[in-house]
C-alpha cells in the first residue's frame, strides 16, 4: 500500500555523505513529503518535511525537483550513530493517512 | 518537551488471553494512530482517529481487535484472544494535523512490546 519507493539498504563509512533517494509518483498537489528514522526498539522520529526544492535544518538536507515524483535525504558527515531505518512518506489519500513502507537500513562503519 | 505516553511499555501474556495498550497523546493533537512493528518490518497502520472518530481500520483485525478513544482524548487499544503472531511493538503517534491546518508531523511514544507465549 506504500505509495513510496526507497532502496532497501544502504552502506556507508564515518564522514561520507550519504543521500537516500524516495520515489513517489503519485504524490498531490498539496502534500508535504516528510523522513523519520528509526533506531532498534523505538518508535520513528521525525527528521525533516518539504514541499518544493531544498529544506535544511540541523540534521539534514531534503531536495525536491519540481516535478516533486521524487526527494532525496541527504545527511552530511555520518557518524556510527546515524545507523538506522529511515523511512519517505506521503499522506495516503484523507485526513492525513502515513503509511510506512519497509524504509532504507543504514549502515554506517567505522 | 512533550512527549506521547504509553503503557505498559512490556507485556508478556499467554495466548487466548486479552491485553490492552494505553496511548496519552500531546495535548492538543486531534489526531491519533495505532501502529503495528512486526521485527524487521515497518510500522503498519492499524487505526487512525480524528478526534473521536475512526476515520481508518482498514488494516485493524476486527475479529479480535479493538480501539476507542472515548473523549478525543487517550487511547485504547484491546486485543481479545492474543494469538502468537500478535506478537510486535505497539506504538501510538499522535499529530496536530486537521483538515487545512498542520503539515502533518508524527510524533510517536516509546511503543508497547508485546510477547505472545
Known amino acids: 500500500l506504500a505509495k513510496t519507493t526507497q532502496p532497501i539498504s544502504m552502506d556507508s563509512y564515518e564522514g561520507q555523505e550519504v543521500n537516500i533517494t524516495c520515489s513517489h509518483n503519485n504524490i498531490a498537489t498539496n502534500d508535504y513529503i516528510t523522513w523519520y528514522q528509526q533506531f532498534p526498539s523505538q518508535g520513528p522520529r521525525f527528521i525533516i518535511q518539504?514541499?518544493?526544492t531544498k529544506v535544511t535544518n540541523e540534521v539534514a538536507s531534503l531536495f525536491i525537483p519540481a516535478d516533486r515524483k521524487s526527494s532525496t535525504l541527504s545527511l552530511p558527515r555520518v557518524s556510527l550513530s546515524d545507523t538506522a531505518v529511515y523511512y519517505c512518506l506521503v499522506p495516503f489519500g484523507g485526513y492525513n493517512k502515513l503509511i510506512f513502507g519497509a524504509g532504507t537500513r543504514l549502515a554506517v562503519h567505522p | 518537551e512533550a512527549e506521547v505516553a504509553q503503557s505498559p511499555r512490556y507485556k508478556i501474556t499467554e495466548k487466548s488471553q486479552a491485553v490492552a495498550f494505553w496511548c496519552d497523546p500531546i495535548?492538543?493533537?486531534?489526531?491519533l494512530y495505532w501502529y503495528r512493528q512486526i521485527l524487521g518490518q515497518g510500522p503498519e497502520l492499524l487505526v487512525q482517529?480524528?478526534?473521536?472518530?475512526?476515520?481508518?481500520d482498514s488494516q485493524l483485525p476486527k475479529d479480535r481487535f479493538s480501539a476507542e478513544r472515548l473523549k478525543g482524548v487517550d487511547s485504547t487499544l484491546k486485543i481479545q484472544p492474543a494469538e502468537l503472531g500478535d506478537s510486535a511493538m505497539y506504538l501510538c503517534?499522535?499529530?496536530?494535523?486537521?483538515?487545512?491546518?498542520?503539515?502533518?508531523?508524527?510524533?510517536f511514544g516509546e511503543g508497547s512490546r508485546l510477547t505472545v507465549l
Open positions: 518539504g514541499y518544493k
Open positions: 503517534a499522535s499529530s496536530f494535523w486537521r483538515e487545512g491546518r498542520g503539515t502533518g508531523e508524527l510524533f
Open positions: 495535548s492538543g493533537h486531534a489526531t
Open positions: 482517529f480524528q478526534d473521536e472518530s475512526v476515520v481508518d
